[in-house]
Nanobody, 126 residues
Framework: QVQLVASGGGLVQAGGSLRLSCAAS????????IAWFRQAPGKEREFVAG????????YYADSVKGRFTCSRDNAKNTVYLQMNSLKPEDTAVYYC???????????????????WGQGTQVTVSS
C-alpha cells in the first residue's frame, strides 16, 4: 500500500513554470508506476503524464508534450512534474496516482490506479 501527497500548485501567469511534487509513503514505492491526472471544472479527469517504476520511461498527453517533464527519485519516494510554458487551459486540480501494474506504455485510464493523492490546484492566468 502507498499513500501519496501532492504539492507545489499555485497561481502563475501564462508562460510561467511550476514544479509539482508527489511524495509517497511506504517502502515499496519503486513497485508502482505513477501518473499525473488533472481535472478542470466541469470536465472529465484526464491523463497528463506518467513514469514507469524505474523512471526509465515517461509518457505524456499530446497537450503537454514538449512543455511538461515527469521524473521520479525512488531514493526520495517522490515523483515530479515540471511544467513549463504554462497556458490558461492547463488550469486544473492536479492529482498523482499509483498503480501496481507496469505496462508499456503505462495506462492512461484512471480506473487502473488504486491510490490517489489529494490534488493540488494549478491556476494559470492569461
Amino acid at each position: 500500500q502507498v499513500q501519496l501527497v501532492a504539492s507545489g500548485g499555485g497561481l502563475v501567469q501564462a508562460g510561467g513554470s511550476l514544479r509539482l511534487s508527489c511524495a509517497a509513503s511506504g517502502r515499496t514505492f519503486s513497485s508502482y508506476a505513477i501518473a499525473w491526472f488533472r481535472q478542470a471544472p466541469g470536465k472529465e479527469r484526464e491523463f497528463v503524464a506518467g513514469v514507469s517504476r524505474s523512471g526509465g520511461s515517461t509518457y505524456y498527453a499530446d497537450s503537454v508534450k514538449g512543455r511538461f517533464t515527469c521524473s521520479r527519485d525512488n531514493a526520495k519516494n517522490t515523483v515530479y512534474l515540471q511544467m513549463n510554458s504554462l497556458k490558461p487551459e492547463d488550469t486544473a486540480v492536479y492529482y498523482c496516482a499509483a498503480t501496481s501494474t507496469n505496462p508499456t506504455p503505462i495506462y492512461s485510464s484512471s480506473r487502473y490506479y488504486n491510490y490517489w493523492g489529494q490534488g493540488t490546484q494549478v491556476t494559470v492566468s492569461s
